[in-house]
């Protein structure tokens, strides 16, 4: 049994973040309609955003630039913000894991695969190269746009992935009991299933939680540079438009921001508050589960 205090700190926060997704969408003061209210009259007339307010209307979040209450923008957004991260991270393991054991003993075409793909993308900052081909033209006005970013966002480091699996098993062909097995016959699919995968299976569950904290980072990073996951070309005038942002998840919500951090800071800090603590409870399940299997060796 797992006794990590850090693994049960991030499975907590974990849970208390699901549960907004699940229960927060029918709290009475969350509005599901996300509905904006530009213009107020008080003892004068007062524009969005509007500051954080717990007294009617109650508002402990503020609004943003279109008077929509931000923490309900927050708790609607989180859904999104968490079947896009886990989305990413599982297509990106699913690869990752079978290039890695096909590249298992150091040599043909998925060895040349997996070091080619590792060595393109760690040349670059992950952020750069979302940022390159995110900003392709057919990916900006593609009508599958949002399946075609997770993609890229998961192949990005399946690279870097596949490799870490990939020398931790290599460490494992070494292994007397590994020799054994291939001695009495086991086939390459019977080495795989009884010796790797229960060799690899815990760092592959602690980086799996390290990763998605690292997703949804990558995620954020590209919300602060106003590169939406889901958007829409919007046709303002003849010929002539702008792209716009048709989610609610926290990136974009962030990314939406820019230009308000002086006037109205709460619209960067709440989004930016979400993410953090979200991240924090990946990283926790990840050193919690690592210190364990550490311990079990």
Same mark, same amino acid.
């Given at each position: 049994?797992?006794?990590?205090k850090?693994?049960?700190?991030?499975?907590?926060?974990?849970?208390?973040?699901?549960?907004?997704?699940?229960?927060g969408?029918?709290?009475?003061?969350?509005?599901?309609?996300?509905?904006?209210?530009?213009?107020?009259?008080?003892?004068?007339?007062?524009?969005?955003?509007?500051?954080?307010?717990?007294?009617?209307?109650?508002?402990?979040?503020?609004?943003?630039?279109?008077?929509?209450?931000?923490?309900?923008?927050?708790?609607?957004?989180?859904?999104?913000?968490?079947?896009?991260?886990?989305?990413?991270?599982?297509?990106?393991?699913?690869?990752?894991?079978?290039l890695?054991?096909?590249?298992?003993?150091?040599?043909?075409?998925?060895?040349?695969?997996?070091?080619?793909?590792?060595?393109?993308?760690?040349?670059?900052p992950?952020i750069?190269?979302? /940022? &390159? =081909?995110?900003?392709?033209?057919?990916? $900006? @006005? %593609?009508?599958?746009?949002?399946?075609?970013? +997770?993609?890229?966002? #998961?192949?990005?480091?399946?690279?870097?992935?596949?490799?870490?699996?990939?020398?931790?098993?290599?460490?494992?062909?070494?292994?007397?009991?590994?020799?054994?097995?291939?001695?009495?016959?086991?086939?390459?699919?019977?080495?795989?299933?009884?010796?790797?995968?229960?060799?690899?299976?815990?760092?592959?569950?602690?980086?799996?939680?390290?990763?998605?904290?690292? /997703? &949804? =980072?990558?995620?954020?990073?590209?919300? $602060? @540079? %106003?590169?939406?996951?889901?958007?829409?070309? +919007?046709?303002?005038? #003849?010929?002539?438009?702008?792209?716009?942002?048709?989610?609610?998840?926290?990136?974009?919500i962030?990314?939406?921001?820019?230009?308000?951090?002086?006037?109205?800071?709460?619209?960067?800090?709440?989004?930016a508050?979400?993410?953090?603590?979200?991240?924090?409870?990946?990283?926790?399940?990840?050193?919690?589960?690592?210190?364990?299997?550490?311990?079990?060796?």
């Open positions: 049994m797992i006794r990590q850090s693994f049960y700190i991030g499975m907590t926060m974990l849970v208390f973040i699901f549960s907004v997704m699940i229960i969408p029918y709290l009475p003061f969350i509005d599901k309609e996300i509905s904006g209210e530009t213009l107020r009259m008080g003892d004068e007339f007062s524009r969005a955003p509007f500051p954080p307010s717990l007294s009617n209307p109650f508002e402990p979040f503020g609004t943003d630039t279109l008077g929509r209450d931000l923490l309900s923008l927050i708790v609607i957004g989180t859904k999104d913000t968490l079947i896009l991260v886990f989305l990413i991270t599982v297509i990106r393991y699913a690869v990752a894991i079978p890695a054991l096909g590249s298992i003993n150091q040599r043909g075409p998925a060895y040349w695969l997996l070091t080619s793909w590792n060595s393109v993308f760690s040349a670059l992950t750069f190269s979302a /940022v &390159l =081909l995110m900003n392709l033209p057919f990916v $900006i @006005f %593609s009508g599958n746009r949002v399946l075609i970013v +997770i993609i890229i966002l #998961a192949f990005i480091e399946v690279g870097r992935v596949a490799y870490i699996i990939q020398q931790e098993g290599y460490m494992v062909t070494n292994e007397l009991y590994v020799k054994a097995g291939i001695t009495i016959g086991n086939s390459r699919l019977g080495l795989f299933s009884r010796y790797y995968l229960p060799a690899l299976l815990p760092s592959i569950l602690t980086n799996f939680f390290l990763d998605l904290g690292k /997703v &949804l =980072l990558l995620i954020g990073q590209l919300g $602060i @540079f %106003s590169i939406f996951i889901e958007q829409s070309w +919007i046709q303002l005038a #003849a010929g002539s438009g702008e792209i716009q942002n048709i989610s609610y998840n926290w990136a974009s962030l990314g939406e921001s820019r230009g308000t951090l002086s006037r109205a800071p709460w619209i960067t800090f709440f989004p508050l979400a993410i953090t603590f979200t991240i924090i409870s990946f990283f926790f399940i990840g050193e919690g589960l690592r210190a364990y299997f550490s311990r079990k060796k």
